[in-house]
């Protein structure tokens, strides 16, 4: 069993300890200490890193009151019994102190505005969640931040407690404990206790800053994104670097940047309607030239017509394709070229009925190529390499086609 150091003061940044067994794992080794400062994963708050001695220590887990001091270095100059000082990287724990204090902030607050209970808490690399069980709507969501703040601005005293059976059942607690033993009850004086294995900010002034990000559905509540402290400016700072790149690249003032880019979209939607329309006008124009020049009918005006274009996407593809099939007797068979793939479509009039099924030509010539894809008696379509030679396959289906006939 491992003494934990870091449950009785979490500002500590070195301690001594004997090296108690070193363990081989594929990963790398695990050094298992008499006692650590270290913070092993769990509670949703990640470990703590550092270092033992000279040897780099990237993750610290914990099991079965056992603490594994991860290196991925497969050698180490250290073996049981030896002596070690054990530093921590502070500047990370104390970032996560600040993230792990704000949630409990924010739980209580989140509880007694909304009786909204958390039921999930995650912190990630430059961010921190909550998931509560109830819905709350924007409003109510800047209200949650406002007095969350209003708890950190007041600095009040945060206290960790091991409270015996009966002082336990005397705090007006938040959750319940997970355990039954060994119980850790973390006190943010006059506003909230909560059972807890974490590491925490002395006074609720050191948190700094809560600073939601955003809110999403999650299953029957909402899943809240916020940051702490260091997390808090560090989102500041990447949104207001983009605020200021979108005022330079736009020519636009702060007060005037979202009404612009709100004018930006609607312009842009009307522009892609003219777009698509006129991209419509000269497919139709250009199946229209080529239905007035087609004069090869192979038999009972059956119209069997090579489609190849280049630099078209499947989309274009397939809507000239369609245009030529909304006349009778037409089967079409019809590739493009776009980047790096080659698109096929294979189509025939509805009034062709069950004559010439596409999907199985599809199947017979395309399928063996590499195309992927497939479809039905009227149409099938799929894409593959650009390399593929479909112009040789066409022939393939257009000798067929003359053999049924």
């Not at 950190?152 to 015996?164: G, L, R």
């Not at 940047?257 to 312009?267: A, E, G, R, S, Y």
Request: glycine share 6%; proline share 3%; net charge negative.
């Amino acid at each position: 069993m491992t003494k934990k150091l870091y449950l009785n003061d979490a500002y500590t940044k070195k301690c001594d300890a004997v090296i108690q067994d070193v363990i081989r794992f594929e990963t790398g080794l695990a050094i298992v200490l008499d006692q650590t400062i270290f913070y092993p994963e769990g509670g949703g708050q990640p470990s703590d890193t550092g270092w033992i001695d000279a040897v780099r220590i990237d993750e610290v887990r914990i099991e079965d009151d056992l603490i594994f001091h991860m290196t991925t270095q497969n050698e180490i100059p250290l073996s049981p019994g030896d002596s070690v000082t054990c530093a921590i990287d502070f500047n990370r724990r104390f970032t996560l102190m600040q993230q792990h204090s704000g949630q409990h902030i924010l739980s209580s607050v989140a509880e007694k505005l909304f009786d909204a209970h958390t039921i999930g808490f995650h912190i990630g690399d430059d961010y921190v969640t909550i998931d509560l069980n109830k819905r709350i709507s924007e409003d109510e969501l800047r209200l949650l931040e406002k007095e969350a703040n209003r708890v950190v601005f007041s600095n009040h005293p945060i206290k960790a407690h091991h409270p015996d059976a009966h002082a336990l059942r005397r705090m007006p607690l938040r959750k319940q404990p997970k355990v039954t033993e060994h119980i850790r009850v973390i006190e943010v004086e006059s506003v909230d206790f909560s059972p807890c294995g974490g590491t925490h900010t002395a006074f609720t002034s050191e948190v700094g800053l809560i600073k939601i990000k955003r809110m999403e559905p999650y299953k029957s509540g909402v899943r809240i994104y916020f940051g702490c402290g260091q997390f808090a400016l560090d989102q500041f700072v990447k949104r207001n670097d983009i605020v200021n790149t979108l005022i330079q690249l736009f020519s636009s003032s702060e007060e005037d940047l979202v009404p612009f880019c709100q004018q930006l979209l609607t312009n842009q939607k009307e522009d892609r309607k003219q777009l698509i329309s006129l991209k419509k006008q000269m497919l139709e124009h250009s199946v229209e030239n080529l239905l007035s020049t087609y004069d090869d009918d192979l038999k009972d005006d059956l119209k069997v017509i090579t489609l190849i274009e280049s630099d078209e996407s499947m989309n274009d593809l397939r809507t000239k394709v369609a245009m030529i099939c909304e006349h009778d007797n037409f089967i079409v068979l019809g590739t493009s070229s776009e980047a790096e793939k080659k698109h096929v479509v294979l189509s025939k009039s509805k009034n062709l009925g069950s004559e010439y099924d596409m999907n199985q030509l599809f199947k017979t010539y395309m399928s063996p190529l590499g195309i992927r894809g497939g479809g039905n008696l009227f149409v099938a379509q799929g894409g593959g390499e650009l390399s593929i030679d479909i112009e040789n396959s066409f022939e393939q289906i257009l000798e067929h086609i003359k053999s049924v006939l």
